[in-house]
């Protein structure tokens, strides 16, 4: 599992009559370039949770259906980068179908299900991966504290308001023309040359990969690195 210290919660940008799914979402993903479909978790519009694997309490996971088509927690998400660099590395993405009416505007119809669905998603991430609730946001928000970054309507509540007080008031109307929720492009591989005095342990560290990684992404045989060779230091 990454070291994810956010959770970023998104909306498909889809209307309720538009049944979306993993499946789709990858479809979509792939014909942008991505390998495969950027969020870890999508919420079904009847609260059945695609994940790659079950986790948390019974009652979260008997909504939990097969979640081949997601990214496993082993990877890092393509669902925040237009951010700044670091953000998927550091971020487990949810998903909830819906977000718009039927016209595509920006509405506030995640359903009962999906909101007691999240609920327990984020009581267990939480808690597994010691995410602060100081950390757990909707995409909106994370563009507000990195300062950049894509749709200011994904999701349209305040999702750690909604979290503590229970309520999803619609955040106050927006002039912005809604935009729909395009993911940016996956980042790309970080490269680092090396200067005298650096060692594959150092490198490790510094970038958060183990020795083992930074051999793998390179196909180095042995720890040998010479000055001036350029490596691939993220995953
Ligand atoms: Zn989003």
């Known amino acids: 599992m990454l070291p994810f210290d956010h959770l970023i ?25 991505y390998k ?8 079904l519009r009847d609260g059945k949770a695609e994940v790659h694997v079950k ?14 088509r997601v990214r496993t927690f082993s990877e890092p998400g393509a669902h925040v980068g237009s951010s700044g660099r670091g953000w998927n590395k550091r971020s487990i993405g949810v998903v909830l179908v ?41 995409h909106r928000d994370l563009i507000a504290k990195a300062g950049k970054g894509g749709p200011k309507e994904c999701p ?8 503590t007080c229970g309520s999803t008031k619609p955040v106050e109307a927006q002039e912005d023309e809604p935009q729909e929720d395009t993911p940016e492009p996956e980042e790309t591989p970080q490269r680092h040359t090396v200067v005298h005095g650096d060692t594959l342990w150092a490198l490790a560290n510094t970038y958060g990969l ?10 180095l045989k042995d720890d040998t690195i010479r000055i001036g060779q350029v490596l691939t230091v993220t995953v």
């Open 9 to 33: 919660v998104h909306v498909t940008a889809t209307p309720p009559s538009v049944d979306f799914n993993a499946g789709r979402i990858d479809a979509d993903h792939r014909k942008k370039g």
């Open 36 to 43: 495969k479909n950027g969020y870890h978790i999508v919420v």
């Open 55 to 68: 986790f948390g309490p019974d009652e979260l996971q008997a909504r939990m259906i097969d979640g081949a």
């Open 98 to 138: 819906g977000g718009v009416d039927e016209d595509g505007n920006p509405e506030n119809n995640a359903t009962e299900a999906q909101l007691e669905t999240l609920r327990m998603l984020i009581d267990a991430l939480m808690e597994d991966f010691d995410i602060p609730l100081a950390n757990v946001m909707g």
């Open 156 to 163: 349209c509540f305040d999702v750690r308001e909604w979290y």
């Open 210 to 219: 183990s020795v083992e990684d930074l051999m793998d992404l390179n196909g």
